[in-house]
């Protein structure tokens, strides 16, 4: 549908379906400030979680602006973010697809030592642990799709376009940029 680009846009998905990626692109494609729900909202150093008081204030500073991406939406806060959004894009995808993504991303993340959040980093050891992302995968995965399900039969929310294939996703972010540049 071309025009311009959604200008408050959540994106929500399982974990390891893509949603930091996706909202990065389509935050570059649709020339939008990009937030991050685990680097600005919800970890800090050390694996600590932000207070849920703090991070609702923080969602409450992004949701106010005018303009904004957000790769995800705590529960906590999703509300916040809900009630001022455009758009809901959903990254919908088999459980094979987003949790091959994720295993091969941690293990690139173990051996690498690359920085997930605020200087955290993920280990073998810690997903062989009881706060595994890897575990978390499986224990979120069926509360993912049921919020999926009731953002997308509330007709008070804003509308939600679901992905069901990364390729389907990319010809939109390509499409969402085209607009932009045209607009």
Not at 15 to 30: I, Q
Not at 125 to 133: A, E, G, N, P, Q
Not at 139 to 153: D, G, V
Request: contains cysteine; charged residues 25%; proline residues 7%.
């Amino acid at each position: 549908m071309p025009g311009a680009p959604a200008q408050r846009v959540v994106f929500h998905g399982v974990t390891g379906s893509g949603k930091s990626s996706a909202a990065r692109a389509y935050a570059a494609a649709a020339r939008l400030p990009e937030y991050s729900a685990d680097d600005d909202l919800g970890w800090l150093p050390g694996w600590q979680n932000r207070p849920p008081e703090e991070q609702r204030r923080i969602a409450a500073g992004i949701a106010a602006q005018e303009r904004w991406v957000i790769d995800s939406a705590y529960s906590d806060w999703r509300d916040i973010m809900l009630a001022r959004a455009d758009l809901v894009v959903a990254l919908d995808y088999p459980r094979w697809l987003s949790l091959g993504r994720l295993v091969r991303r941690t293990i690139r993340r173990c051996v690498t030592r690359e920085q997930v959040c605020n200087g955290n980093t993920e280990s073998f050891r810690r997903v062989f642990t009881r706060d595994s992302i890897i575990l978390w995968h499986f224990t979120a995965f069926p509360r993912k799709r049921e919020a999926l399900e009731r953002m997308r039969a509330d007709p008070g929310l804003p509308p939600v376009i679901a992905f069901r294939r990364p390729a389907d996703l990319d010809a939109w972010i390509d499409q969402v940029g085209r607009d932009a540049a045209g607009a």
